[in-house]
């Protein structure tokens, strides 16, 4: 299927050198689900569930309004944004100050219809909407705590108070991650949300850097290595101000810089990122941390990540 990896294709891996094209940002790091293609359940085991001073959050948009004013802004690296109080203010500020393309992702549930204007009026560029089944049966058994009824229709409210309150530009997806227990659903799923003219993504699953079992991915050890591209183009800043390996260190389990002590362009340019870049760029795999260097996850960036 589309969504499968190509790992003859050469593209999304061009290093952002001087700074990085998209940015995540822990803006909470607290989720009200369990998922079970995810590993938030055991964060404590490595870091604290909180949510970022709103000093460091400005400081790290100022940077990124002067340095890359068209990069992409997660508002979120690994929680959910409903759980952020004062999210619509953080979105406000970014847009006020320039920045161009800033987006979220989230489970949905608690998505009510109050706060889904906020985020709208505040300027959201883009919102992600992970669902990952057609029927409540499958949601369950991945979405575990969630309601497959209420997100839906939270989505659907969504749909219609952007008709009513949002521009153009401004975009709303259901994101449908391809697993074991949900991929004889995809096109049913795909059927639905088109008939509700809502926007699709469909990918593939990760194992998050070999903390959850992702069937789809090969060993590293069968197949001609390629560089990654989440550590070629993209900084994941925890709600401490740490630096992240990469989009799949969800933990921080290479802490690779400091944005409350540099600049944001200092620890990508400088800092020991540029060295893992080098790394992948010439090949030099056996290099790198343990995390990255077992890590088949770089296999999902060569997807084709269908949009609808």
């Not at 989440?230 to 944005?259: E, K, Y």
Request: proline share 3%; with cysteine; hydrophobic share 35%.
């Amino acid at each position: 299927m589309s969504y499968t990896s190509n790992l003859t294709k050469v593209n999304r891996i061009e290093e952002a050198v001087d700074f990085p094209k998209v940015i995540l940002l822990d803006n909470t790091s607290a989720c009200n689900l369990r998922c079970s293609m995810c590993d938030h359940q055991n964060i404590n085991k490595y870091r604290k569930i909180q949510i970022m001073n709103m000093g460091l959050y400005k400081k790290i948009i100022d940077e990124i309004a002067v340095e890359n004013p068209s990069a992409r802004i997660w508002e979120i690296f690994f929680g959910d944004p409903f759980l952020c109080r004062d999210m619509p203010e953080r979105i406000r500020y970014a847009k006020d100050k320039g920045c161009e393309d800033v987006v979220l992702n989230t489970n949905g549930v608690l998505m009510k219809a109050e706060w889904s204007r906020q985020y709208i009026e505040a300027g959201l560029d883009a919102i992600y909407v992970g669902i990952d089944a057609a029927t409540e049966e499958t949601y369950e058994k991945i979405r575990i705590g969630g309601d497959f009824e209420k997100t839906v229709q939270n989505v659907i409210a969504y749909r219609d108070l952007l008709k009513k309150y949002g521009k153009p530009s401004q975009k709303l997806f259901v994101q449908f991650v391809v697993s074991e227990f949900n991929e004889e659903e995809v096109e049913t799923f795909k059927c639905f949300w088109n008939e509700k003219k809502v926007n699709l993504k469909i990918r593939p699953k990760i194992s998050w850097a070999g903390l959850v079992t992702a069937e789809n991915l090969i060993a590293n050890e069968t197949i001609k290595r390629r560089p990654c591209y989440w550590l070629m183009q993209t900084m994941n800043i925890c709600a401490d101000g740490r630096v992240a390996l990469c989009s799949v260190d969800l933990h921080c389990r290479v802490p690779s810089g400091d944005v409350t002590q540099k600049s944001l362009k200092e620890v990508w340019k400088n800092g020991i990122l540029s060295t893992y870049r080098k790394m992948h760029s010439e090949g030099r795999y056996e290099e790198l941390p343990e995390m990255c260097r077992l890590c088949s996850d770089w296999q999902s960036a060569y997807a084709d990540y269908v949009l609808y």
